[in-house]
Nanobody, 115 residues
Framework: IQLVASGGGMVQPGGSLRLSCVGS????????MSWVRQAPGKGPEWVSG????????YYPDSVKGRFTISRDNAKNTLYLQMNSLKPEDTAVYYC?????????WGQGTQVTVSS
């Protein structure tokens, strides 16, 4: 079972990044997927979630209107489009999957927003 995230990097405030996460070894298309981030010295923060059929997506107020989660079940891939990035978005971003009581975590990708 693997969740491999990519697409992180350094960007200036106001910039954009697109994260990807490829899943394998489990039923990606029936798994509720999310992105979770952790900033230095802080606890994990859930930033978006999407149901298996992409009919519902969820965001906290901190990213609503700036981040868009999507998925391509044919490619076993989860995405996070991040626009209008702010320094406070700096964190390691993890993809996370949950089906019933089973949880899956990716290895994380670093996003740094700095001028």
């Amino acid at each position: 079972i693997q969740l491999v995230a990519s697409g992180g990097g350094m960007v200036q405030p106001g910039g954009s990044l697109r994260l990807s996460c490829v899943g394998s070894g489990f039923s990606f298309s029936t798994t509720h997927m999310s992105w979770v981030r952790q900033a230095p010295g802080k606890g994990p923060e859930w930033v978006s979630g999407i149901n298996p059929r992409s009919t519902s997506a969820y965001y906290p107020d901190s990213v609503k209107g700036r981040f868009t989660i999507s998925r391509d079940n044919a490619k076993n891939t989860l995405y996070l489009q991040m626009n209008s990035l702010k320094p406070e978005d700096t964190a390691v971003y993890y993809c996370y999957g949950k089906e019933s009581d089973v949880e899956y975590w990716g290895q994380g990708t670093q996003v740094t927003v700095s001028s």
